[in-house]
């Protein structure tokens, strides 16, 4: 006796039909993507004079809205 469930049988998988399918979301890409923008963002708010806390502070609030973060 087979103590397996029928669903595991790979001929009753023939009988499936897939009607929906959830996005695939790429978090890392938006994260490098994001990395690569603070830097630049971090570099121009510099050479613009602002200090290392005011930067700080810029740059934070723009990779919480990057990251669909709560601010």
Do not use: Q
């Amino acid at each position: 006796m087979n103590d397996e469930p029928d669903i595991l049988d790979p001929e009753a998988w023939d009988d499936i039909e897939i009607t929906s399918v959830e996005p695939v979301v790429d978090h890392y890409g938006g994260v490098k993507r994001a990395a690569s923008i603070v830097g630049d963002l971090r570099k121009a708010l510099r050479e613009e004079g602002f200090t290392r806390e005011e930067t700080f502070a810029l740059v934070s609030v723009y990779w919480a809205s990057e990251m669909g973060l709560p601010l």
